[in-house]
Each structure stands twice: as C-alpha cells, then as structure tokens.
C-alpha cells in the first residue's frame, strides 16, 4: 500500500477528511524550506504538496508566482526539490509527498532520470497541470510504472465525455479545482462543492480532494464534510509570505506559518463532528 492509499484508507477509519497543505519547494530559502516541510506534519498536514519552482507557473495565482520567484532567486532547482524531498524523509517516512508544477523542468532533466530520482528521494506522486490525458505517454504512464501515483486535475468545466478520458490513468487521488480560475482566486459555494463531488463519486472509487479559493479554516471545515481532502495553498504562501523581511526568512516565518496549519488542521478535523471552525 502506497503512503497515499495508508493515508486515506486510516483517515476513512477516522471518519475524518485530509489536510492537504501547498507549499513552494525552497520559499523562501532552502534551509527554511526543510525546517517548514519538517514542521508541517505535526501542525496537522496529513498529505504535503510541494511546488516545483518554475518561472512561468500559468495555473497559479501572484501569491504563489511570488513565492516561485523568490524560491528561483534563493537558487532552487528541481534538483534541489528532490534533495529536500530526501532531506525530509530522513525523519518522516509516513506523510505522502505530492510534486505538483510543470512539465518543463521534469522534461529538461530528463523523464528517466526525473522518475529515478523522484523515487529514490521518497516522493509518492505527481500533479502536472500542463500535461493533458492524451499526452499520458509523456509522463504518466512512465510515472506510474516507476511507482509515483499521476494525480489529474478535474475542474467545473469538465464535462461527462471529457471526465471519462482524465480518469483513465489517474491514480491516488483525484484533485477537484472547484472554480474556473486561477489560484488564490474567487471561492465556490459550498453548494457548487457538494454537486461536485456528488458528481466525481459517480465516476471513481478514488478520494477526492477540494481546492482553489479556500483560504480559512472555516472554509476548510465545509470542504472537508463532503470531499476526502481538503487543499489549501494560497493562504499558506501569503500568510509566509508576510512573514519576511525584504524577502528574506524571519524567526516568525516558520511558526507562524505552521499555526495558520494548525488552525486550518483543527478546522478539517473537527468538521464531520458537527462543530465549527
């Protein structure tokens, strides 16, 4: 079993959603990169997802195109992605990694060596949000053969025909953007949410996880009565991002960065028990 399907197979015996938490490989250093990815487990993220630094991040809102500038600037590379991956499995051999970004450096580096190292290091799936289901012989079908989950992303506009071609190879989880945008944007009524998922759960046996646009634990709490995994991103890298000094880290960024997790964490998994946040 996979640290993804142990993941959602324990909290399903919970009774309780996930906390997926977004953060950027190497904002806004390296060495504060690793510290936060170490802390964030015991803040309550039950899944990480780790942004590859990329110039051109087209999905992503200005809080997290800032935090791929100052990740690029600090030096980080995809290389240096996987070393932290490593870095970080060195104490923490349980809490899934998810890669998620673009294809191009993973192209640059190479897809064999890309998926050797990406292994090796402990990372346990992949989300590249610029390669379609018809280009799954690019890097999915490879991934999934070296034994990473290809996680796709499903959004409103995703109709019946389309949703039957993106959920051929998905594997892990399936990630719902629950607007038609970009990061950070406008939320979804938590209408729109359940309709959604109601809808995804016809189509697979898969978890499925909610984000884009859900900043607070309240709005966390919400997601997590009716998907599997609730994502939050943006508000992560903003509330680092006010931490700094000049762009550089601060003895606040750290901590204060993990007690936004915190709230967030209390929020999700107090939701199935009637409680707000």
Do not use: W
């Amino acid at each position: 079993m996979s640290r993804l399907d142990a993941t959602f197979h324990r909290l399903k015996l919970e009774n309780r959603a996930a906390l997926v938490t977004f953060v950027t490989s190497g904002d806004p250093d390296y060495h504060t990169s690793l510290a936060l990815l170490r802390g964030l487990p015991g803040a309550g993220a039950d899944i990480i997802e780790l942004g590859m630094a990329f110039t051109d991040p087209m999905a992503d809102g200005p809080v997290i195109q800032a935090a791929n500038l100052r990740a690029l600037a600090g030096g980080q590379t995809l290389a240096k992605t996987l070393t932290l991956v490593e870095a970080f499995r060195a104490t923490d051999q349980t809490t899934p990694i998810v890669l998620m970004g673009y294809y191009n450096p993973i192209h640059s580096m190479g897809v064999p060596a890309f998926l050797e190292r990406a292994k090796a290091a402990g990372v346990d799936g992949l989300i590249i949000v610029d390669l379609p289901a018809e280009e799954d012989s690019e890097l999915c079908l490879p991934s999934q053969s070296a034994g990473l989950d290809f996680i796709r992303l499903v959004t409103p506009t995703t109709d019946a025909y389309r949703l039957q071609t993106v959920m051929r190879h998905t594997r892990g989880f399936v990630y719902y953007v629950s607007i038609a945008g970009i990061t950070g944007a406008a939320s979804a009524t938590d209408q729109a949410i359940a309709d959604a998922v109601s809808r995804l759960r016809a189509a697979t046996d898969l978890p499925i996880a909610v984000g884009f646009g859900i900043r607070t634990p309240a709005a966390a709490a919400s997601v997590a009565r009716v998907a599997d995994a609730t994502v939050v991103g943006s508000a992560i890298v903003q509330t680092l991002a006010d931490s700094l000094l000049n762009g550089k880290a601060t003895p606040h960024t750290v901590p204060q960065t993990l007690a936004l997790v915190q709230e967030l964490a209390a929020g999700v998994r107090a939701a199935r028990l009637g409680a707000t946040a």
